[in-house]
């Protein structure tokens, strides 16, 4: 047993469920007790979503603990395959499936016989895994499960020589992986990566699973290659298209000038690779294969297109354009404006992807020290450290946010950049915080367009860093004037006020109890208007029946 | 399926209609109780016992209160805990004796779950043992999610509590019995803000009737004595455990009363309360006359507009009895659970109400199914749907007001002069709606 007041990575089911909600026509049935779907809250909250999240529960109550579940799990799922049409159901198991050990798998076996939707059950261990593991681990499941039935489909209907032509879109191409509901910033994020990808002239293959059918995932070897922008989401996906079908991908996070320029390098050798050795064979095999049919204008073709491509210029000259004139960061690193924040302490905290990111940037791009980055990725602890190795002092690999805290409380840093719990520390500890990461709050689902990849995302991240400190002028200000100079208009007009009402208004005890039960931000005005109250009607002694009385008045 | 949506003529009754769906609806756990009670029981911790599902909920449903240093927390049970592999009861007194040591409460409740139910952790049989060794009371409330909705946890919680409140010595009370029978001393149950529960004493006070003590107190120490010729009367319609547990166990009388939601479920119980005392009600109803002016401008708005209740936290056959009697049409009442016995005065007065509004019954629909009650909505456009957060946004989007139930819960409704409270959340969504009428967004 273990004390926990909060969490950074939520229950297992939580991420089976993001990942099956941000499918179209997927629908998910969670094998859970009466009041565990606040998952629905959650997305109908938070992404203020139009549409009825396609989750229901298969509820676990009193009958199910003593008999079984017997029917009702096979009768909900053939009920909303009826229902709702959709293309999958996802039966979720959560933490009290998991301790029933019923055998959900045959409900599955027997509700795919009896509807048309495909059924397959979530195979997470609400014991093992936390949310985000559960969502990487969800995601290659569906994708593994349409991918092989593709797969075997092709080998029953064609000779197995056709297997070792991949078929690939004729220009180059991407999946972007790991894109989904209630992530930090990710739509946002996922439109700037379709802008980057489009000035490469890369064609966008699938975004899974946000918005995408399950139908289109046999599509998915389409693609030239793969991006996994979030190490949390996507990567076990992307290891089982790499070894399965010699699918390249790139796990760099796109986030900072540096690690964008990385990126799109990494963009260039992969296309290099594909395009002047194994791909170039494979096509021209391909072409010679089937050169009765095809025209020899496609081989000229062939050439002409990609030779684009193999152009290192283009690529240096694209990130040069876009570091100095689009991104505004790297100009703005340089601005005398930026000096004050030299060296300036900070702490860094949140999930793997955007703690290293982060860490990076403040350090090469912006010239802070940072004194201690963390992460709450236990799992991915190694990869964590040898990120940030020697771009911080100290590193913490913790889940417990008492620790951070304390941490944070030690080493009185200038500026947290963390989730929305090193935000609250920071308003108790009066140091100023940026939300760079999930977990997060309503208000960092912004209408307006904040990514924090590619280049316009290095704006918004500067934009977040400077905001966080004092102003640079007013900070010396501050420093050599003692502060802002309010206190004492404030009080002085305290004093009016209680001067004002105090002489000609007694309070019972029991009415100034009362009083002080009102929480203080408005205790002064009901205040105010109880005397206004008395006032008018000639009491000069406040009771609670006074009290009451003026309640009533004010209502009316 | 048959029952999946209702011809319009059915809701042409003058009868009260029970019907029971599938019981697949939305609402909170019960365990969300404590986020209210660990405020009103000022010297309390809550420690709930069950997994990160149950943290998670309690983390996001109760949004920014976790961060003030709340008195509750997660009793976290790991897979070494559900395979046995650690002692359930040193587990238990390891993470007690650190809460004593850190916030030293007068009371632990332990919030049992889904969890410790199909485990079958005995929380029952260990916290006696336990309350010894450390020497802090531990009260066991079984609030899961496999027997309850939302605020029947607070039921749960009290109906443990109603055990632990001192005895009444029955000698003095025999004395004081055969000089006055009036004095036969009178407990309120149910967690109310103190300042409403100031308001609602301050009422009986009015009628020469004192109130001897509250369930919960604002404090543990300072639970109510109950026994043999106790009056108990509850303020909330979802505490029927704890009724049944004042009664049998604790062999109190239960005043069976409508609840003091609305000027006139207000009066209502004022008046029951003062029948069983021998007290004439002086001024009651010129004063709830007077309230009703004062809501005339919101009623005139509201009038003729028709409501649904999906269901989801057992205030519904309270409010839509206000509301009718405010002059809106209620479709359906959706309800978790109804207790008909514990509601039975409520239902009475609803019945009443209706006729004398001149209005059919509305069906009242335990268990609800929350996809039927969707196609129903559908076909009846009802003006306004009071619903959970999980399907307010959808329904916006699709052209229907919707008002999120949870805050009656969280809002100030009970007594008099809180009516306009209820009117406020009822009216805020139609005025909302009224003030961008000019703004075109299609559904």
């Keep these: 047993m273990k004390l926990a007041y909060w969490m950074y990575a939520g229950p297992a089911h939580m991420g089976t469920l993001r990942v099956a909600s941000s499918f179209k026509n997927v629908h998910a049935i969670m094998h859970a007790p009466l009041g565990d779907d606040y998952f629905n809250v959650m997305r109908s909250m938070l992404e203020r979503e139009r549409d009825f999240t396609p989750v229901t529960t298969s509820i676990v109550d009193r009958h199910v603990l003593a008999q079984g579940s017997q029917e009702k799990v096979v009768e909900n799922i053939t009920r909303k395959d009826k229902e709702e049409n959709p293309d999958l159901i996802l039966l979720t198991p959560t933490c009290t499936s998991s301790i029933l050990q019923e055998d959900l798998q045959n409900f599955v076996n027997r509700a795919s016989l009896e509807s048309n939707c495909d059924v397959i059950l979530a195979d997470v261990n609400h014991y093992r895994v936390n949310e985000l593991q559960a969502a990487d681990r969800t995601l290659e499941q569906i994708v593994r499960f349409y991918i092989e039935r593709e797969n075997k489909k092709k080998m029953e209907h064609q000779s197995i020589d056709m297997e070792q032509i991949i078929e690939k879109t004729e220009k180059p191409s991407v999946n972007i992986l790991g894109i989904f509901t209630l992530g930090f910033h990710n739509q946002h994020d996922c439109r700037e990566l379709k802008r980057l990808l489009a000035d490469l002239n890369i064609d966008i293959n699938l975004v899974i699973p946000e918005g995408s059918s399950v139908h289109e995932l046999k599509n998915l070897t389409k693609a030239w290659f793969n991006i996994v922008p979030y190490r949390e989401v996507g990567l076990m996906t992307a290891n089982f298209l790499e070894k399965e079908h010699q699918m390249p991908f790139i796990s760099i996070t796109p986030m900072g000038i540096q690690q964008t320029s990385q990126f799109i390098f990494q963009i260039q050798q992969i296309l290099e690779n594909l395009i002047s050795s194994n791909f170039k064979n494979k096509f021209e095999n391909k072409q010679n294969l089937s050169e009765t049919s095809s025209s ?131 308003k108790r500890l009066e140091i100023p915080c940026g939300v760079i990461s999930a977990p997060v709050h309503i208000q960092n689902f912004p209408l307006s367009y904040r990514p924090f990849l590619g280049y316009e995302g290095t704006n918004q991240i500067a934009d977040l860093v400077y905001n966080s400190f004092t102003l640079g002028m007013e900070d010396h200000l501050l420093e050599i004037f003692n502060g802002h100079d309010t206190k004492q208009i404030n009080s002085s007009l305290n004093e009016n006020t209680n001067t004002s009402s105090d002489n000609k208004l007694q309070w019972s005890d029991e009415a100034l109890k009362q009083l002080s039960g009102i929480p203080g931000f408005v205790r002064g005005k009901v205040k105010r208007n109880i005397e206004n109250f008395a006032l008018e009607n000639n009491h000069s002694i406040i009771t609670m029946e006074i009290m009451l009385a003026a309640k009533e008045s004010v209502n009316a | 399926m048959s029952q999946s949506i209702s011809s319009p003529s059915n809701l042409e009754s003058n009868k009260l209609v029970f019907e029971c769906e599938t019981g697949n609806y939305h609402t909170f756990c019960p365990i969300s109780c404590v986020s209210w009670l660990y405020q009103k029981i000022e010297d309390s911790f809550f420690l709930v016992i069950g997994t990160k599902t149950c943290g998670y909920f309690l983390q996001n449903a109760l949004g920014v ?12 049970l790991e897979e070494s805990d559900i395979s046995a592999q650690l002692n359930d009861y040193k587990e238990l007194k390891r993470l007690c004796l650190q809460i004593k040591q850190d916030r030293n409460p007068s009371v632990i409740v332990w919030i049992g779950t889904c969890t410790t139910e199909i485990i079958k952790m005995d929380l029952e049989g260990m916290a006696p043992r336990l309350e010894r060794e450390i020497g802090i009371p531990i009260v066991v409330a079984r609030a899961n999610g496999l027997d309850y909705a939302f605020t029947q946890g607070e039921d749960t919680v009290l109906s443990a509590m109603a055990q632990r409140c001192p005895e009444k010595s029955t000698k003095n009370n025999d004395l004081i019995n055969e000089e006055k029978k009036q004095n036969d001393s009178l407990v309120l149950f149910g967690s109310i803000p103190n300042t409403v529960a100031t308001e609602l004493s301050f009422e009986l006070n009015r009628q020469g009737i004192d109130i001897a003590g509250w369930l919960p107190s604002q404090h543990y120490v300072n639970l109510p004595t109950l026994g043999k010729g106790v009056y108990v009367c509850g303020i909330n319609p979802f505490l029927s455990r704890t009724a049944t547990t004042l009664m049998r166990r604790r062999k109190c009388q239960l005043i069976g009363a409508p609840f003091p939601i609305g000027p006139d479920g207000t009066r209502a119980w004022i008046e029951k309360i003062c029948s069983v005392f021998n007290i004439t009600p002086q001024g009651l109803e010129e004063r709830e006359q007077k309230i009703w002016e004062s809501l005339e401008k919101d009623l005139q ?30 479709y359906e009442i959706g309800i978790p659970y109804m207790d008909r016995r514990f509601q039975a005065s409520e239902l009475e007065f609803l019945e009443k109400t209706c006729f004398e509004m001149n209005v059919p019954i509305p069906r009242i629909i335990e268990k609800p199914d929350n996809y039927y009650q969707i196609q129903r909505i559908r076909e009846l456009q009802p003006d306004l749907v009071i619903t959970g957060m999980a399907h307010a946004n959808p329904l916006e989007a699709r052209g229907i007001t919707t008002k999120w139930s949870v805050e009656f819960t969280f809002s100030q409704i009970h007594g008099f002069s809180n009516a306009r409270q209820i009117l406020d959340l009822v009216t805020r969504p139609l005025k909302r709606q009224k003030n961008l009428k000019n703004f075109h967004f299609t559904k």
């Design chain 2, 301 to 330: 708005f509201i009038r003729g507009k028709s409501v649904f209740f999906m269901g989801d936290n057992l205030l519904e056959v309270s409010l839509a009895r206000f509301l009718i009697r405010c002059g809106m049409i209620v």
């Design chain 1, 296 to 426: 020899k204008k496609n081989q000229k073709d062939f050439k002409f297109i990609y030779e684009d491509y193999l152009n290192k210029n283009f690529y240096k000259s694209y990130v040069q354009k876009q570091t100095q004139f689009i991104s505004q960061a790297a100009w703005f690193s340089r601005s005398i404006d930026c000096q004050n924040l030299t060296g300036k302490k900070t702490v860094v905290f949140g999930d793997a992807t955007h703690a290293a990111a982060m860490t990076k940037i403040l350090t090469t791009e912006m010239g802070l020290q940072v004194v201690c980055a963390g992460t709450y990725c236990k799992h991915d602890a190694d990869w964590f450290r040898e990120q940030v190795l020697g771009y911080c002092d100290q590193v913490l690999i913790t889940d417990d946010h008492t620790k951070v805290s304390d941490m944070i409380t030690r080493l009185e840093p200038a500026a947290i950049f963390g989730t929305q719990m090193e935000r609250h520390i920071g």
């Design chain 2, 65 to 76: 209160m976790i961060f003030a240093e709340p008195r509750y927390a997660m009793a976290e």
